[in-house]
């Protein structure tokens, strides 16, 4: 089992490029808000901090995280630049964990393979809620901001 050394919103600004020009999408799910809503400021605000101005971050929820994948590639219509995708799932008792978990990281991959806008994989899959709020704004940081650095440098990538 891994373990988290390092605060995820801990990043070096100056290796980040000024995304002033650039519009961001981001998808939340409704789902485990407390964590979604905590991911969603991490991003948010790393956007921001990197020169986006709040006008160029479009915010569409949907009910689950499952739903991400539609919202998604929907987002990718909306002349943007890059798409983050937040949510959170929580082992329970049944297998659901494991086919929404599954679903939603193959679908987002599906996005990245077949269309040309980056959507960046936010979506947290924890085994307990403690462990989501200690990546979401907690303990450990918050998720979203590095997500949110992610889809600035592949959105520069995609420029090239």
């Known amino acids: 089992m891994a373990t988290v050394n390092k605060n995820l919103s801990d990043y070096d600004k100056a290796t980040i490029p000024n995304a002033k020009d650039l519009r961001f999408g981001i998808v939340v799910s409704e789902w485990n808000d407390k964590i979604t809503e905590g991911l969603f400021e991490g991003a948010f605000n790393a956007l921001i901090e990197n020169g986006v101005a709040e006008d160029q971050i479009l915010r569409w929820n949907v009910p689950g995280s499952y739903e991400l994948i539609f919202g998604c590639k929907k987002m990718q219509q909306q002349n943007v630049d890059a798409v983050i995708a937040i949510g959170s799932v929580i082992q329970g008792e049944t297998k659901h964990f494991d086919f929404v978990c599954?679903?939603?990281?193959?679908?987002?991959?599906?996005?990245?393979?077949?269309?040309?806008?980056?959507?960046?994989?936010?979506?947290?899959?924890?085994?307990?809620?403690?462990?989501?709020?200690?990546?979401?704004?907690g303990k450990h940081g918050n998720k979203g901001t590095e997500a949110a650095v992610a889809a600035i440098k592949m959105a520069f990538l995609n420029k090239k």
């Open 102 to 137: 599954e679903g939603v990281s193959q679908g987002i991959k599906d996005l990245n393979v077949l269309h040309d806008v980056p959507v960046i994989f936010c979506v947290l899959t924890d085994n307990t809620m403690q462990q989501g709020l200690d990546r979401s704004g």
